[in-house]
């Protein structure tokens, strides 16, 4: 027996397809007439249009899957009554007519700004009129409203023709074979919109993929990117509090008082005679607090307590925000995460920055992950950022072994990174590598064996130890182990590779993991600092000392501190320090929280702790090194002051250059 669909499935599908190919023709025309992509290959214009594709068909159905909701509810129904079509024709002319709206809009915005439309594009609606008189005096508007009058008797016309169609002959089909086409089209429209055969949906951030900035718009789906950078709309900058604080940042930093400019050039005399490596390992959920060389009673990280007898450690190095995404963002960009809404590599309005990353010339450059890089819209930091770039992770590496939801676990990442090192240091060519953990998170996957390495049983350790460690499980508990003998384990094959002796390695924990009250960092804990309390340590024989450094240190001096360190000239153009200039006084962490659920701010300097939320402006002053947690903040105006003024420089500062450092052509 043949089957057949029902006319009101065949109703839906060929509705999206209309839809599809009218956002699709307006792609076509967008680059005929808008968008100039002489400079671009033809392997960058054809991938940027494929992933356009695939943004307009994900639009397609997220326009029309109300209607579709409906129409599979009442079925065969749909097309029987009047007041149905009248429906899908109010309906269909209405989602034609905004659609059109906005991809007009986007004409004029990129020929006006040369960047898609956004949300940002919103401010010009405070100023209706003189952006009203703007509209009318640059471009026929008039003439535009009666082609979209046309367009929308177009579109009446032809849902009422779809309509008639497919509202005859009508076959009755059996509730089970109802259940199945609907189930099927669910499904279906369900897998367009997420448009991915990886675990993580098509995201704008895949867009920006290439270097040249007009392939990236081109790529764009001016109504999804809209909508994606709606959340952002107003995080902007307060140019008033800026400017106010500006001689604050340029005394902290040394830079110019006549103007505004954070550029900061850093040449050598000499250099390298041979370029040396570097590899920075993103340790996932590791803070001072659960390892032992930091005094956590649990022998918790044996192989990394000695790798840092032998390295150069920060023990005051603080992330500015607790979660992987923000720290990700802020080492690679050289800002902080300062994003009230969700996290910084989410907002598409702040890629494109100049990082110090990019300036890594003749360099190989690389990022390892267990997963998708569109997890957060990491992909985004990194390709929009750094030229000749090279991405592995889930379908890159040769034998994938997934562990769970984060990909292949450390022992695999290492491993595969190992390779691509051995390869480069074979054919003498310098690389920088960017590693990003991920088994030291839950799930807590954990193999049962691994070489030497074997996860503590339950019996094995006893509650009260666990408890007085802070550790919340033997399975967390476990992963940082697990964590700690990969670390190692690269080290080891380093070694054996042969580019262990010409290679920087620098080790930073993303963030702390959520742990228990102990007797340890116990005014970190109640001031809900612990999280950001990381550990940092450079492990290099040939290059560094072995000492531990007590200067507050942050994120965000990450690469300043490793392009110095290897005599690389570049420009630092954000809020970062090289933490190995001997400057006195000029030393300090900056970490954005949430203080009683308010979004907050807050410094640290020696062993004072300055904090202050940005709605209600609640300020507290702490010495971390005294027995009692007492706000003294009165006792020290002078204090209070300097630091307050500090706290809001970098504030103001990383909000002005998340929109005032973009790259220039």
């Given at each position: 027996m043949k089957l057949s669909l029902p006319n009101y499935i065949k109703y839906i599908f060929t509705n999206v397809f209309f839809l599809?190919?009218?956002?699709?023709?307006?792609?076509?025309?967008?680059?005929?007439?808008?968008?100039?992509?002489?400079?671009?290959?033809?392997?960058?214009?054809?991938?940027?249009?494929?992933?356009?594709?695939?943004?307009?068909?994900?639009?397609?159905?997220?326009?029309?899957?109300?209607?579709?909701?409906?129409?599979?509810?009442?079925?065969?129904?749909?097309?029987?009554?009047?007041?149905?079509?009248?429906?899908?024709?109010?309906?269909?002319?209405?989602?034609?007519?905004?659609?059109?709206?906005?991809?007009?809009?986007?004409?004029?915005?990129?020929?006006?700004?040369?960047?898609?439309?956004?949300?940002?594009?919103?401010?010009?609606?405070?100023?209706?009129?003189?952006?009203?008189?703007?509209?009318?005096?640059?471009?026929?508007?008039?003439?535009?409203?009666?082609?979209?009058?046309?367009?929308?008797?177009?579109?009446?016309?032809?849902s009422n023709f779809t309509f008639n169609y497919y509202a005859k002959n009508h076959k009755k089909i059996s509730k089970k074979l109802k259940a199945v086409y609907l189930i099927s089209t669910v499904l279906i429209l369900s897998y367009g919109i997420y448009n991915s055969i990886t675990h993580y949906p098509l995201r704008w951030s895949q867009a920006f993929f290439s270097k040249n900035n007009a392939v990236n718009q081109f790529a764009l789906n001016p109504v999804l990117y809209f909508f994606d950078s709606f959340a952002y709309r107003s995080e902007g900058?307060?140019?008033?509090?800026?400017?106010?604080?500006?001689?604050?940042?340029?005394?902290?930093?040394?830079?110019?008082?006549?103007?505004?400019?954070?550029?900061?050039?850093?040449?050598?005399?000499?250099?390298?005679?041979?370029?040396?490596?570097?590899?920075?390992?993103?340790?996932?959920?590791?803070?001072?607090?659960?390892?032992?060389?930091?005094?956590?009673?649990?022998?918790?990280?044996?192989?990394?307590?000695?790798?840092?007898?032998k390295s150069l450690s920060f023990s005051n190095f603080y992330v500015h925000k607790s979660g992987t995404a923000a720290s990700v963002f802020a080492s690679v960009s050289g800002l902080p995460d300062i994003e009230n809404v969700r996290t910084a590599s989410r907002n598409p309005l702040i890629q494109d920055q100049r990082i110090i990353f990019d300036q890594f010339n003749g360099y190989e450059k690389l990022y390892f992950l267990g997963g998708s890089a569109n997890w957060a819209n990491i992909r985004s930091i990194f390709q929009s950022n750094i030229n000749g770039l090279k991405i592995f992770e889930e379908g890159s590496y040769k034998t994938e072994n997934r562990a769970d939801v984060w990909g292949i676990d450390d022992y695999e990442l290492f491993k595969e990174s190992n390779k691509e090192f051995e390869i480069l240091s074979k054919k003498n060519k310098p690389f920088i590598a960017y590693i990003q953990t991920a088994s030291n998170h839950i799930p807590f996957t954990v193999p049962n064996e691994k070489e030497s390495f074997k996860p503590l049983q339950e019996n094995e350790i006893?509650?009260?130890?666990?408890?007085?460690?802070?550790?919340?499980?033997?399975?967390?508990?476990?992963?940082?182990?697990?964590?700690?003998?990969?670390?190692?384990?690269?080290?080891?094959?380093?070694?054996?590779?042969?580019?262990?002796?010409?290679?920087?390695?620098?080790?930073?924990?993303?963030?702390?993991?959520?742990?228990?009250?102990?007797?340890?960092?116990?005014?970190?804990?109640?001031?809900?600092?612990?999280?950001?309390?990381?550990?940092?340590?450079?492990?290099?024989?040939?290059?560094?000392?072995?000492?531990?450094?007590?200067?507050?240190?942050?994120?965000?001096?990450?690469?300043?501190?490793?392009?110095?360190?290897?005599?690389?000239?570049?420009?630092?153009?954000?809020?970062?320090?090289?933490?190995?200039?001997?400057?006195?006084?000029?030393?300090a962490s900056f970490v954005y929280l949430k203080i009683n659920g308010e979004p907050a701010v807050g410094l640290l300097q020696d062993s004072l702790y300055y904090s202050k939320t940005t709605i209600n402006k609640t300020a507290a002053l702490y010495n971390l090194n005294t027995k009692d947690l007492n706000d003294i903040k009165d006792e020290n105006p002078l204090i209070t002051k300097k630091m307050d003024s500090l706290l809001n420089a970098f504030y103001h500062s990383t909000k002005y250059l998340y929109f005032n450092n973009k790259k220039t052509k």
């Open positions: 599809f190919i009218y956002i699709v023709l307006y792609r076509i025309i967008f680059y005929f007439f808008s968008i100039n992509l002489a400079e671009a290959s033809n392997t960058e214009i054809k991938k940027a249009l494929f992933l356009g594709m695939r943004f307009d068909l994900k639009l397609a159905i997220i326009t029309f899957f109300p209607l579709a909701i409906l129409i599979l509810i009442v079925n065969h129904r749909f097309l029987k009554y009047s007041v149905y079509k009248r429906l899908s024709k109010v309906y269909l002319v209405i989602a034609y007519t905004v659609l059109t709206l906005f991809f007009v809009f986007d004409f004029g915005y990129y020929d006006y700004l040369h960047i898609r439309l956004d949300a940002s594009s919103l401010r010009f609606l405070s100023n209706l009129k003189i952006s009203s008189q703007v509209l009318i005096e640059s471009y026929p508007v008039f003439k535009g409203l009666l082609g979209l009058l046309l367009v929308a008797y177009l579109i009446f016309k032809l900058v307060n140019m008033e509090e800026f400017n106010k604080y500006y001689p604050v940042i340029a005394n902290h930093l040394n830079l110019p008082k006549d103007k505004v400019s954070f550029n900061r050039k850093v040449t050598f005399d000499t250099t390298f005679t041979k370029k040396p490596n570097i590899v920075i390992v993103m340790m996932e959920s590791v803070g001072v607090k659960p390892m032992s060389y930091y005094g956590n009673p649990i022998n918790s990280t044996p192989k990394m307590d000695s790798i840092i007898k006893s509650e009260s130890l666990i408890e007085k460690a802070g550790f919340k499980s033997v399975a967390q508990l476990n992963a940082l182990r697990y964590l700690d003998f990969n670390i190692s384990k690269f080290l080891e094959r380093a070694k054996k590779a042969g580019y262990y002796e010409n290679t920087i390695f620098a080790f930073f924990g993303d963030h702390n993991t959520a742990m228990k009250r102990t007797e340890n960092f116990t005014k970190e804990h109640d001031l809900n600092i612990q999280l950001q309390h990381v550990p940092f340590f450079i492990h290099a024989p040939n290059y560094v000392k072995n000492e531990t450094i007590s200067k507050n240190g942050k994120l965000i001096d990450l690469f300043p501190t490793l392009a110095s360190l290897a005599k690389v000239n570049h420009t630092n153009y954000t809020l970062g320090n090289n933490l190995l200039d001997s400057i006195p006084g000029k030393d």
